[in-house]
Every structure is written in C-alpha cells, then in structure tokens.
C-alpha cells in the first residue's frame, strides 16, 4: 500500500470513529444476562480484562454476539456489549477502529464485502483459509477456525408460488425474469440490493437484467411474511439459518450454479488484540465447533417465531451445551 492510500485509509478510519463515538458506540453497555463458570471455567490472563463484543443488528448476528459475551464473562473478562449494529461496514469499521474488540464475521462476507472478491470459493476450508490469509496481511484482522453452520443467502417463496410458477432453482427464477417479470416480484432488504455477493451479482452469475425486476426493500424481518403471503412479492431474500422458512413453510430455491458463497462465521479480532490476549480464540473454539445449522437455525426460530430474547436463548443454550451456567 503506497504513502497516500495509507494517508488515506487513516483518515477513513479516523472519520469512521468520530461517526462511532457520535453514535454512541464508545464504550457499550453492561452484559444483560449473568452466567457463572461451566466447562468454560475462569482464566487468570482474562480475569478484568475489558473486552468489547459487537454484532450486526439481525437476530442471528445478536444471538452470536451474546454467545461470545457469555462465554467470555464465564471466563471472568470484563465483558461490554455493542451487539446490535446497523450494517456489516459500520460494524467493520467499529472493529478496525478499535471500538469492537470480537465479533463473529461471516467468511463470504469477508472474501466479496471487505476483500472485493467477486467470485467465490466453493469449497468453506478453502474459502475461510483465503480470507484469513488476505484479511491478516492488507488489514491486520484474525480470524480463528469457523463454525460449521453456513448462513447464506438464498431466494424463497411460498409453497403456493412455487407450484404455480414450477420455479425450484435460481435458474428457473432467472427464466421467469425473462419470460414474465411481473410474476417475479422480489423482496430484499438494503444491503442485498446491492452487493455483489447479494442480488446484482446474482443476476450476473444467472443471466438476466435485474432491472427487469420489480424488486421493493424491506427490513429483514418483515420480508418472510411478506414472500409466504405473497400480498406484497412472490420471491424474497432469506438467510439459510432462518427459523422462519420453516415455521412459514417457504420453498428455498437451488443456488444451481452456486453463485452464493459460503457464510461460515468465525471470531475475527484484530492482530494486536489477538496476540494480546490467545486466551480468547481458546475459551471461543469448543463453542464455535458446535454451531451447527441445526444448532443456530434453532435459536434463531426460538427469537423470531417464539419471540423469546435473544440473550436468554443464547443463554440457555451455553447452559444447555455445559459451557456456562445460570446466575442471578
């Protein structure tokens, strides 16, 4: 990196924490939840240690930041919580600014969003090592080994669509957009518009003129009600790991060209703060190790289907794994 593009990420850098200190998001708050030591017992190097975790504003993002604040208040670190972000770049630029100290970070995020990538790696070993590599040598940021659950994006619509359209595979979504792009309504919410891991590169990988779609944006959440009513579109963006397909009864069309890459989160750090304190990748590795699909899409369901708190799910199921137990 030459004088002025470093001159310049600087100031990018110092402009993104004036805008985070204006936010508020200087110091975090305190833990909702207590928890006493499980398997995950005390840790002399983290014992008052002040670690700052943050997250993206979407349930599973929430759930997983609290996951890590558990675990590492079980660890005995003085633990403050900035889970809750508006977008991944604000919460990127909170954690390279110094504001975050963990957080968990999607791999495909990391490859096309940060390192600007526009093809993926297939394979997760190969794609996690690629974006551990890069992300370490241009930007000084870890990441540790990823969780098995892999949280991509994916197109949905209702049973009742899908058998009227015969659309099962994001090629037939494509052929649709051709032949009648009218039927093939599509709702994203902001930063899948326009991503190129989100709806413009699909439509590059499959062929058609996103322009020909009539595509409305809305907040996540309000999305999978909208696509299995089909009152305001017939096809919508949904995460894999989402509670929500199945209690909605959505049909998730095959990514047949495998466009979509693969979204393993793992905790991401920056060098200092890694080297400082390993005990952290440490306390993290059991846990991120059994974040399954099953696992998450099961906590996930529990906050958007059930309307439980996030930080209770994530909670009791650290409680429900050993990890940590319940205090009050």
Known sequence: MGVKRRALAGGVLALAATLLVGCGLESGGAVPLKVGPGSIQPVSELEGVRITVGSKDFTEQVILGYIIEFALSAAGADVRDLTNIQGSNSTRD??????????????????????????PIPD???????????????????????????????????????????????????????????????CVETEFNVRQDGFPGMAAAYGFDP?????RVLQTGIIYQATADGSQCKFGEVFTTDGRIA????????????????????????????????????????????????????????????GKDPAAVARQWLVDQGFVTTKT
């Open 247 to 306: 209690a909605l009864d959505l049909v998730v069309l095959e990514d047949d060209r495998q466009f979509f890459p693969k979204y393993n989160p793992a905790l991401t750090m920056r060098d200092d703060f890694a080297r400082d304190h390993p005990q952290v990748a440490e306390v993290m590795a059991p846990i991120s190790a059994v974040l399954t699909n099953e696992a998450i899409t099961e906590l996930n369901r529990q906050v958007d289907v059930e």
């Open 211 to 215: 322009g020909r779609v009539e595509r």
């Open 94 to 119: 909170a954690q390279l600014a110094g504001q975050i100290d963990v957080s968990y970070e999607y791999t495909g995020t990391g490859w096309v969003n940060y390192l600007g990538h526009e093809q």
């Open 124 to 186: 997760s070993r190969a794609q996690f090592e690629a974006v551990r590599d890069e992300d370490l040598e241009r930007n000084g940021m870890v990441w540790t080994d990823p969780a098995p659950m892999n949280n991509t994006y994916a197109l949905a619509t209702s049973r009742k669509t899908a058998d009227a359209t015969g659309v099962r595979t994001l090629s037939d979504y494509a052929a649709l957009v051709q032949r009648d792009p009218g039927a093939a309504t599509t």
